[in-house]
Nanobody
Framework: QARLVESGGGLVQAGASLRLSCAAS????????MAWFRQAPGKEREFVAA????????DYAASVKGRFTISRDNAENMLYLQMNSLKPEDTAIYYC???????????????????WGQGTQVTVSS
């Protein structure tokens, strides 16, 4: 059973950058597709970015494409989200997620992810 812990959130001004990290434990992430989701107050949890188990394929929500970059370090069991040019509408709790089954293709469907972290708050002021 996987355990995911996010870090790196904070309060920043619009235009700033943040790098979120997700530390995985209890099982290696190397064979599993992973993703970042976010949830703003009063809104449903939404897809941000996904990465294949090899790191060779990535997918992004239209709202973050060109500004955010998802990456992974399988040797360190880490997932990352580099967020540049942050906007107030990026304010949310950010969650990392891991698929239950190995390999396969990336997915933006939150129901495809079984393991979730506790989230890290990102607040962007205008």
């Amino acid at each position: 059973q996987a355990r995911l812990v996010e870090s790196g959130g904070g309060l920043v001004q619009a235009g700033a950058s943040l790098r979120l990290s997700c530390a995985a434990s209890r099982r290696p992430i190397s064979n599993y597709n992973m993703a970042w989701f976010r949830q703003a107050p009063g809104k449903e949890r939404e897809f941000v970015a996904a990465i294949s188990w090899t790191g060779g394929n990535t997918d992004y929500a239209a709202s973050v494409k060109g500004r955010f970059t998802i990456s992974r370090d399988n040797a360190e069991n880490m997932l990352y989200l580099q967020m540049n040019s942050l906007k107030p509408e990026d304010t949310a709790i950010y969650y990392c997620a891991e698929r239950a089954n190995m390999f396969g293709s990336t997915s933006s469907d939150r129901n495809e992810y079984y393991y979730w972290g506790q989230g890290t708050q990102v607040t962007v002021s205008s």
